[in-house]
């Protein structure tokens, strides 16, 4: 079985600050990692992911995540936030090479201040 | 937004009575998720479909059902709804292979038992 702890629930940063969303996750098997950002009265959307290949993934929007199979840690984080970035922000893994489901975790809601 | 609509989006229903929850898509997708999310908790699978009338159960399927007698539609069905199967209710439907497909989800159906 799997497991994702997100260490923080409530992040608030100000405007161009940067920021750290914090992921740990607990798996016997090799997998894949997400995260996932839902904005207010949305559903979730896809901000990037980890397959294989390089540690850092980088999403469109300035958020970058790094892989870390020693630590078991996909921490997110994002140089310079905007007040649009506001939203709460999920991790999730899924064991390589299974058709099952998304084990996500709880959540962090980042608040961006003016 | 991978073509994936709920029905209803808001629904308030009294304890006891019996609810169906439609998601429908329009890509022909195999594969078909149901997930609950709570206020700390994340999201949670109820159960998923890997084709027509293949279904499987999830993390919380307990007072759940579900249907799919076609690609498109995948209806949940809490048989005696409770007050904690209040929850917002979310599909979603996995695009490429069955190990490293992403997961895309639908806008999502807030439910309130009374």
């Known amino acids: 079985a799997q497991s994702v702890t997100q260490l923080d629930s409530q992040v608030p940063v100000f405007e161009e600050a940067p920021v750290e969303l914090r992921c740990n996750y607990s798996?016997?098997?090799?997998?894949?990692l997400f995260w996932y950002v839902q904005y207010p009265n949305q559903g979730l959307q896809l901000l990037l992911k980890?397959?294989?290949?390089?540690?850092l993934v980088e999403s469109i929007n300035g958020f970058e995540a790094e892989f870390n199979k020693s630590q078991t840690s996909f921490h997110l984080s994002n140089p310079s936030v905007h007040i649009s970035d506001t939203a709460e922000y999920f991790c999730?893994?899924?064991?390589?090479?299974?058709?099952?489901?998304?084990?996500f975790g709880s959540g962090t809601q980042l608040t961006v201040l003016p | 937004d991978a073509g994936i609509t709920q029905s209803p989006r808001h629904k308030v229903t009294e304890t006891g009575t019996p609810v169906t929850l439609r998601c429908h898509q329009t890509?022909?997708?195999?594969?078909m998720y149901w997930y609950r999310q709570d206020p700390g908790h994340g999201l949670r699978l109820i159960h998923y479909?890997?084709?027509?009338?293949?279904?499987d159960k999830g993390e919380v399927s307990d007072g759940y059902s579900v249907s799919r007698s076609k690609t498109e539609d995948f209806l949940l069905t809490l048989e005696s709804a409770t007050s904690s199967q209040t929850s917002v209710y979310f599909c979603?439907?996995?695009?490429?292979?069955?190990?490293?497909?992403?997961?895309?989800f639908g806008p999502g159906t807030r439910l309130t038992v009374t």
């Open positions: 798996s016997s098997v090799s997998v894949y």
């Open positions: 479909s890997y084709g027509v009338k293949d279904t």
């Open positions: 890509e022909n997708h195999r594969y």
């Open positions: 980890y397959l294989s290949g390089s540690t």
């Open positions: 979603a439907i996995r695009t490429g292979g069955a190990t490293d497909g992403e997961q895309y």
């Open positions: 999730a893994v899924l064991p390589s090479g299974s058709a099952r489901q998304l084990t």
